[in-house]
T-cell receptor
Framework: SQQGEEDPQALSIQEGENATMNCSYK?????LQWYRQNSGRGLVHLIL?????REKHSGRLRVTLDTSKKSSSLLITASRAADTASYFC??????????FGSGTKLNVKP | DAGVIQSPRHEVTEMGQEVTLRCKPI?????LFWYRQTMMRGLELLIY????????DSGMPEDRFSAKMPNASFSTLKIQPSEPRDSAVYFC??????????????FGPGTRLTVT
């Protein structure tokens, strides 16, 4: 895989359900970030987790980081139709290297 | 705060023409990034600047692409000559963080470039 790849590529759930997306990466990182992109718009930063952190919360978002497995997950609880978007993880690695994965397309059905 | 401003929002040009995309970062941010997004290749980092100095341009696809940041409030990405395969959405982003670990990036609305 590339440095920072999400799975699944697409996810469809009902409103109110939880959505979980995963990100795997190859090399050691300084931090990992999650972004959301609504169709036709720029990316919006959601949350940043540093390499020495294991879990972080922001509202309905919960991010975990497992550096031993080189993976992260983004959990969106009690999803809403407005959460429909693509979600990207971005890794900050080596020195001054930054890479976005290919994203997970989330569809929340009302 | 107005956020990151990009212009134009849409650009349609013919192959061989010069294209210049513009970006105004958020005031006070010292890092600026140019990205290209396509269905096939996803989001690619082209170049980024810190304190107006290009730090990493390894993502610039070829010599037809050039980027400048003459001051802290303005950057350009130029393609000359343009080709149909350059068609994409180009995003500019800025960040308040420096080289010691990337911070959150704030994206502009993008420029949708179509080269015919």
């Amino acid at each position: 895989s590339q440095q920072g790849e999400e799975d699944p590529q697409a996810l469809s759930i009902q409103e109110g359900e939880n959505a979980t997306m995963n990100c795997s990466y190859k090399t050691s990182i300084n931090n990992l970030q999650w972004y959301r992109q609504n169709s036709g718009r720029g990316l919006v930063h959601l949350i940043l987790i540093r390499s020495n952190e294991r879990e972080k919360h922001s509202g309905r978002l919960r991010v975990t980081l497992d550096t031993s497995k080189k993976s992260s997950s983004l959990l969106i609880t009690a999803s809403r139709a407005a959460d429909t978007a693509s979600y990207f993880c971005a890794t900050d690695y080596n020195f001054n290297k930054f890479y976005f994965g290919s994203g997970t397309k989330l569809n929340v059905k009302p | 705060d107005a956020g990151v401003i990009q212009s134009p929002r849409h650009e349609v040009t013919e192959m061989g023409q010069e294209v210049t995309l513009r970006c105004k970062p958020i005031s006070g941010h010292n890092s600026l990034f140019w990205y290209r997004q396509t269905m096939m290749r996803g989001l690619e980092l082209l170049i980024y600047f810190n304190n107006n100095v290009p730090i990493d341009d390894s993502g610039m696809p070829e010599d037809r692409f050039s980027a400048k940041m003459p001051n802290a409030s303005f950057s350009t990405l130029k393609i000359q000559p343009s080709e149909p395969r350059d068609s994409a959405v180009y995003f500019c982003a800025s960040s308040p963080r420096g080289l010691a670990g990337m911070g959150e990036q704030y994206f502009g609305p993008g420029t949708r470039l179509t080269v015919t």
